[in-house]
């Protein structure tokens, strides 16, 4: 494993990375000039790493990150991709959409789970391709707990612990909305990263029962994407049309987001400031990646990412019981 997760050669994770899901049309259609925009953004915001996944448009994140990053130095920034799936040809295909998946692209493929060395390697060549270059920097293991988590560690986690020692990639690690999948993933791999999903937010923490403590004693650097809940913490007001795992909201989740809501404007804090910035109060944290296919949300992002939050509302949050 890494001596530093964090670092990669002259690059670094940062503070705040871009997940380049919402630019492979996640929930609405995104044009093209957008998605550019978005990704501008965040360069011109200091942003040096991104996140995307074959799963993510059926490959159109990937493709269109790929047109952005060629066009810049490739030791300026840091990519990150993911296998376990691989993107074939539906054959079923007659003109219908990616909805079950909550992507609006044509579901001209299908995922088909494929973690061993074969299926692994394939994936990583396919993504290669379609972003335009020659390696990625990070490779995870993707939702492996979705399909068979047993084989998914079993032949996903050795196939990329063989890439990284043909330097194919620089570092690997699992990516999940399941702790407790991930801890085992520490467990039995030899992980740099785990990119957590919705477990390690401002509204609740299951990834500091044990998957937090375990990469802090094994050195595994951890990158929290998620942090707005699927968007339920990610205005000022929490509202019950919003997502809370890309479904409804629970009236006891929502329940909860207002409370937080109401403790942090009582403290001249918005919600959303207070969500970016929390995960990053743990020493195993080393980088938020948030993603946004709106310019002006990366620019609002980033300005909630440096805004200043003194240890003292933190204690207060907790001393309410809103925190651990």
Same mark, same amino acid.
């Given at each position: 494993?890494?001596?530093?997760?964090?670092?990669?050669?002259?690059?670094?994770?940062?503070?705040?990375?871009?997940?380049?899901?919402?630019?492979?049309?996640?929930?609405?259609?995104?044009?093209?000039?957008? /998605?550019? +925009? !978005?990704?501008? &953004?965040?360069?011109? $915001?200091?942003?040096?790493?991104?996140?995307? @996944?074959?799963? *993510?448009? #059926?490959?159109?994140?990937?493709?269109?990150?790929?047109?952005?990053?060629?066009?810049?130095?490739?030791?300026?920034?840091?990519?990150?991709?993911?296998?376990?799936?691989?993107?074939?040809?539906?054959?079923?295909?007659?003109?219908?959409?990616?909805?079950?998946?909550?992507?609006?692209?044509?579901?001209?493929?299908?995922?088909?789970?494929?973690?061993?060395?074969?299926?692994?390697?394939?994936?990583?060549?396919?993504?290669?391709?379609?972003?335009?270059?020659?390696?990625?920097?990070?490779?995870?293991?993707?939702?492996?707990?979705?399909?068979?988590?047993?084989?998914?560690?079993?032949?996903?986690?050795?196939?990329?612990?063989?890439?990284?020692?043909?330097?194919?990639?620089?570092?690997?690690?699992?990516?999940?909305?399941? /702790?407790? +999948? !991930?801890?085992? &993933?520490?467990?039995? $791999?030899?992980?740099?990263?785990?990119?957590? @999903?919705?477990? *390690?937010? #401002?509204?609740?923490?299951?990834?500091?029962?044990?998957?937090?403590?375990?990469?802090?004693?094994?050195?595994?650097?951890?990158?929290?994407?998620?942090?707005?809940?699927?968007?339920?913490?990610?205005?000022?007001?929490?509202?019950?049309?919003?997502?809370?795992?890309?479904?409804?909201?629970?009236?006891?989740?929502?329940?909860?987001?207002?409370?937080?809501?109401?403790?942090?404007?009582?403290?001249?804090?918005?919600?959303?400031?207070?969500?970016?910035?929390?995960?990053?109060?743990?020493?195993?944290?080393?980088?938020?990646?948030?993603?946004?296919?709106?310019?002006?949300?990366?620019?609002?992002?980033?300005?909630?990412?440096?805004?200043?939050?003194?240890?003292?509302?933190?204690?207060?949050?907790?001393?309410?019981?809103?925190?651990?």
């Amino acid at each position: 494993m890494s001596a530093d997760a964090r670092s990669f050669g002259s690059a670094e994770l940062g503070r705040l990375g871009f997940g380049a899901a919402s630019i492979g049309n996640l929930y609405r259609e995104v044009s093209d000039a957008d /998605a550019e +925009a !978005a990704l501008a &953004a965040a360069w011109a $915001g200091g942003i040096r790493y991104y996140d995307t @996944a074959p799963h *993510y448009g #059926l490959g159109l994140s990937e493709r269109r990150l790929g047109e952005f990053l060629r066009t810049r130095p490739r030791d300026e920034f840091l990519v990150s991709t993911k296998v376990g799936r691989v993107l074939e040809p539906n054959p079923d295909f007659s003109g219908g959409d990616d909805l079950a998946f909550e992507y609006a692209v044509p579901n001209r493929f299908v995922r088909r789970f494929d973690p061993s060395e074969a299926g692994v390697r394939r994936s990583l060549e396919d993504s290669l391709e379609r972003l335009g270059l020659d390696r990625v920097d990070i490779a995870y293991l993707h939702d492996p707990d979705a399909y068979d988590l047993d084989r998914g560690l079993a032949e996903g986690l050795p196939a990329l612990a063989k890439l990284r020692d043909e330097g194919v990639v620089g570092a690997i690690g699992i990516g999940t909305n399941s /702790a407790d +999948a !991930a801890a085992r &993933a520490v467990r039995e $791999g030899d992980l740099d990263l785990v990119m957590i @999903a919705g477990r *390690y937010t #401002l509204l609740e923490q299951p990834a500091l029962d044990e998957l937090l403590p375990l990469c802090e004693e094994r050195g595994v650097g951890v990158v929290a994407v998620g942090v707005f809940n699927s968007g339920l913490l990610a205005t000022a007001s929490p509202d019950a049309g919003a997502r809370y795992d890309y479904a409804a909201v629970p009236a006891d989740v929502l329940a909860r987001a207002r409370s937080l809501a109401e403790a942090c404007a009582a403290e001249g804090v918005e919600l959303p400031v207070a969500a970016i910035q929390y995960p990053l109060r743990h020493p195993a944290v080393r980088s938020v990646a948030v993603g946004s296919a709106r310019a002006a949300s990366v620019e609002q992002n980033l300005a909630r990412m440096a805004e200043p939050l003194p240890a003292a509302f933190w204690a207060r949050l907790a001393e309410q019981g809103l925190l651990p």
